[in-house]
């Protein structure tokens, strides 16, 4: 039998006491995560890329454009924002692209080496090829379309324990300051509530 008194929780207390004095930032953010889990990849990599955008690539073609004297009566805020939006868009596209080429590569060579593990040279190389072709178009169209499926479910693990971490430390503070040990097994609790409970809601409309 579990001796709850001497299982250790510190770590969990740790993360909890950090997402808990930081609320301000962590709970918006993970309250995104938890309700909007399917746009966590999108936004995440088009907003990565806009920053890069924005913060390097922006700035050098304005003053490239500037110095060959190109797109003068264009103010330099709405090309930043045009070029921002193109590196966000370009951004994403290459991150799919890039989940597309892993599994199609990894797809290929193992249909190859399963196919001639099992059936030797009784079949011809050309066939071998197609077939591997076939399958590595297959899973890597898949891995691409489904990759926000997978990313949701890190947002949603995420979001749970912040909520949980966040909620059950204000309960302590404002309603009732109960032991150490009642506070993270609640957040335990309510963690594996919402996780669970959100995840159900989450994979059922994504069939």
Do not use: H
Not at 29 to 49: A, C, K, M, Q, T
Not at 115 to 135: A, P, R
Not at 156 to 163: A, K, L, M, R
């Amino acid at each position: 039998m579990i001796n709850l008194d001497t299982l250790n929780l510190s770590y969990v207390k740790d993360w909890a006491d950090y997402f808990s004095t930081t609320w301000y930032i962590t709970l918006p953010i993970s309250l995104f995560f938890y309700f909007f889990p399917n746009l966590v990849e999108f936004v995440s990599i088009f907003g990565f890329g806009w920053t890069i955008g924005a913060s390097y690539v922006s700035p050098s073609l304005v003053k490239f454009f500037k110095d060959l004297e190109l797109f003068t009566t264009v103010r330099p805020e709405i090309m930043n924002i045009v070029i921002s939006l193109l590196c966000g868009i370009v951004f994403y596209g290459i991150y799919k692209a890039a989940i597309f080429a892993g599994s199609f590569v990894i797809s290929f060579l193992a249909s190859l080496f399963l196919l001639q593990t099992f059936f030797g040279n009784s079949i011809e190389w050309y066939i071998l090829v197609v077939i591997g072709l076939i399958i590595g178009i297959v899973a890597g169209s898949f891995a691409s379309r489904e990759s926000s499926k997978f990313v949701g479910l890190f947002a949603i693990i995420f979001g749970s324990f912040v909520i949980s971490a966040v909620g059950v430390a204000l309960l302590r503070k404002y309603v009732y300051r109960f032991s150490d040990l009642i506070y993270l097994w609640s957040i335990l609790i309510v963690f594996l509530v919402l996780l669970f409970s959100r995840m159900k809601t989450f994979w059922g409309k994504q069939k």
